[in-house]
């Protein structure tokens, strides 16, 4: 028996993921099948493993669940991750009026939020990093999103939430850095949890494929992540065009990527002989034209093309999922 990080009873508790086990359940479905060979958090495990730990009780984790998983699955997740990237304007278009949005956007932003902070807790990774004023805030906004996503406060208070949908990176100028061979590929494929100052922001950061969530922690006054699209009070989420984003959460999540690149061209030896037959299974199946239309191999074409642009002034700008053919 252990405390339910949420009801706080003492019950035996469930392996509970940080990114909903149903999103879990999807993109490693579809990740096995079109990426074999895709390696995810960590070099030593492979995209399998979601991160998970014992954290809630049975019915906290079937709370969690009925937040929002369903339609952030069904309007979002799988329109956009279910289908290759590179769409066009019109396509695009055609996705974002199918998104019936609601509440339950917010729920779900919350939901995900709180778990990146209550696992940070029980591992003790926030007491290494954060010093005394921060880890009270950090635990503020963990209090308020909980009273909001058990009901007995109807708001998130200061501790706003943002929702990008990570098209795909094709211009890049970022003076002195250049972009990951592996960004564009790192933005469709891959799960990052983290709480973390970014954009001289405290806040807590979900990567998934496709999308990422951010909760706003400190300062909740206006700052740089307050260019990224926000979760308004009725769930929903302004898409227009391209939006931008702050010059230091690019850095971040190149210097992300860059990490994922290198656990991808040196994955531990038993994962090798794994993603080998795993390829050559998926390779048999496909035909010629499968393979080539793949996720997989748009990416690695888009990654080079930024590979070979990145010196070009552009400007700083990520293709949102309303975006333009441009
Ligand atoms: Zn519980």
């Not at 999103?145 to 998130?156: A, C, E, I, S, T």
Request: charged share 30%; glycine share 6%.
């Amino acid at each position: 028996m252990e405390t339910c990080a949420f009801c706080q009873k003492r019950r035996s508790l469930e392996e509970s993921h940080i990114i909903p086990k149903a999103v879990g359940r999807a993109a490693k479905r579809r990740l096995l099948e079109e990426h074999p060979t895709f390696v995810t958090t960590s070099g030593e495990r492979n995209v399998q493993d979601i991160d998970k730990l014992d954290l809630l009780c049975r019915e906290c984790e079937r709370l969690h669940a009925e937040l929002g998983d369903d339609p952030f699955l069904r309007y979002l997740f799988h329109p956009f991750f279910g289908q290759p990237v590179g769409l066009s304007a019109q396509e695009n278009s055609e996705r974002l009026a199918f998104i019936k949005y609601g509440e339950w956007l917010r729920r779900f932003a919350a939901s995900v939020s709180w778990r990146v902070i209550a696992a940070a807790s029980k591992r003790g990774e926030l007491s290494d990093e954060f010093g005394p004023a921060d880890l009270r805030r950090i635990g503020r906004a963990k209090q308020v999103w909980k009273q909001y996503l058990n009901g007995r406060r109807d708001d998130v208070g200061p501790f706003h939430h943002y929702a990008l949908p990570l098209h795909v990176v094709f211009e890049w100028e970022l003076l002195d850095v250049q972009p990951s061979s592996y960004l564009n590929r790192f933005l469709g494929l891959s799960f990052h949890t983290a709480v973390k100052r970014v954009a001289g922001t405290l806040c807590t950061y979900v990567k998934m494929p496709r999308f990422i969530f951010i909760g706003k922690i400190h300062p909740t006054s206006a700052t740089a992540i307050d260019v990224c699209p926000r979760i308004h009070a009725d769930g929903t989420l302004r898409l227009d065009g391209w939006h931008t984003l702050p010059e230091a959460l690019l850095r971040y999540l190149n210097e992300q990527a860059e990490w994922h690149s290198q656990a991808h061209d040196n994955p531990p030896e038993y994962f090798r002989e794994k993603s080998k037959a795993n390829a050559q299974r998926v390779l048999r199946k496909r035909t010629r034209d499968e393979i080539f239309d793949s996720d997989e191999i748009r990416l690695f074409a888009m990654d080079e093309e930024l590979q070979r642009n990145w010196t070009k002034a552009s400007p700083l700008g990520l293709q949102s999922a309303s975006g333009s053919d441009q």
